[in-house]
């Protein structure tokens, strides 16, 4: 069933986080997504599922025990060897090194690909660029539309432009890291549109409000830990500079308090992450 491995990309390096990434984030939506895989004659014991992008696989996780088998997806040594570690003693958990805009698997051989808060990984537009089509995304569509048997779903999970500018509390401490961010985030509506060009009909969006990093989110202190920070890999991508900046106003507690409660009225009006469900026709 598997192919050759494709070569290495241009993704972010989470080899010094790996470690620490399981415990700072949470599979959102895992109901929504069981709910999702349900709707068709095929029972979730009989489904393969493929975690494009899976990290140290918290989807995996939470859905290993209502599918009948999952392959995890991921191109990053140090979260595959959590992975492999996590799972090593379960059967029906496949975990497989591999390019997301290269699927190691055959066509038309997995009933869902996943992708969670993986495509801002892909892209890096260079200098502001406007109208970047975002090619390694469109590329993933087409090989998750590749991959599908006819009537397959693919999901993606990704946060929206306003979502990690309201709703994440932390990101005004770090505003040359989030401007980077939406530099390569691709917008939700573009991704949609993909979606239909790869061939997708019956695509749909949902925004989700649960929060992404689990209770210690709401933590004042969290962004002077390191282990913390690994949560969300924005923070990789401030400079020394602004991160000095970012711990120095971390310092006064009472302020990040008032950050949290205004970003918490946002998060609970648009969420924090906004699920794409598209479907292969049959």
Partial sequence: MFLAPAPDAEFEKYDTTAQHYSSTRVPV???????????????????????????TGNYIGALHQKVGQIIGVDRNGGMLTEARRRFADMSNVKIVEGNVCVLPVEDSSIDAVLSNQVLHHLDQPKGGEKGFAFPNAKTFISEAHRVLRPDGTLIINISSHQQVTESFWYMSLIPGALAELISRLPPVLLLIAMCQEAGFVDVM???????????AYLDPAGPLREKWRAGDSTWALATKEELASALELAKNQEDMKLRIIAAEEWRKEIGQSTFIVARKPR
Avoid at 29 to 55: N, Q, R, S, V, Y
Avoid at 205 to 215: A, C, M, N, W
């Fill in 29 to 55: 939506g895992t109901l929504f997504i069981l709910k999702t895989l349900a709707k068709d004659e095929k029972t979730l014991a009989e489904k393969t599922i493929l975690d494009a992008g899976c990290g």
């Fill in 205 to 215: 969006s949902q925004t989700e409000t649960e929060i992404l990093q689990g209770e």
